[in-house]
């Protein structure tokens, strides 16, 4: 009747699907299996749902298979909704588009330069040498080694190197001095 176009909004199956950086990095397809209730005769129980992941979606990604989901009358089902989630990653945290490592560095290396090793998402090692004094809010950006723009095909983000300086647990008269005598007072 004209009441059953209003039945249609049943609220979707909403389904997380975790992926690594990796897997959001290079685009994957993941294969992801409902069981959902059937009235309708020859329905399958199961629904199988295979997810083309395109190179650098993001977290909150949703994707929709109308009417997969469980029948509550013959012929009308919720759909299911699939919802991308990224993993923490071991060494690199995503902001947007970009990549942020954050180096830990001694003292010494921090004010007078040194090279940054950074494993990528593509299995490459990224040398970067940070010339440059390195001060607490200090970062260092190396542009198109950041996530794949999934809008923008053959685009990328940048990685952004953030600096955890660390000092010595102790210095010896000798060192002392040598100092002193380095950064005369102004």
């Not at 997380?16 to 059937?38: A, W």
């Not at 040498?129 to 794949?148: A, L, R």
Request: a positive charge; glycine letters at 10%.
């Amino acid at each position: 009747g004209p009441m059953g176009g209003m039945m249609g909004a049943k609220r979707p199956c909403v389904t997380d699907v975790n992926l690594s950086l990796e897997e959001l990095f290079h685009g994957t397809t993941k294969k992801m299996r409902i069981t959902r209730k059937t009235v309708s005769q020859g329905r399958p129980e199961k629904f199988d749902a295979e997810i083309a992941v395109k190179p650098g979606w993001k977290s909150g990604t949703k994707i929709t298979f109308k009417g997969e989901g469980d029948e509550y009358q013959p012929g009308q089902a919720q759909d299911v909704v699939f919802v991308i989630k990224e993993k923490p990653h071991g060494w690199l945290k995503r902001s947007g588009n970009d990549l942020v490592y954050k180096a830990r560095v001694p003292l010494v290396d921090a004010l007078t330069g040194f090279k940054v090793d950074v494993e990528t998402l593509d299995n490459r090692t990224l040398r970067v040498n940070v010339k440059d004094m390195v001060h607490p809010s200090y970062t260092k950006i190396v542009h198109n080694e950041g996530m794949p723009k999934a809008k923008s095909p053959g685009e990328r983000g940048d990685l952004i190197i953030t600096f955890d300086v660390y000092y010595p647990n102790a210095l010896t008269d000798e060192q002392k001095r040598a100092i002193r005598e380095a950064f005369p007072k102004p």
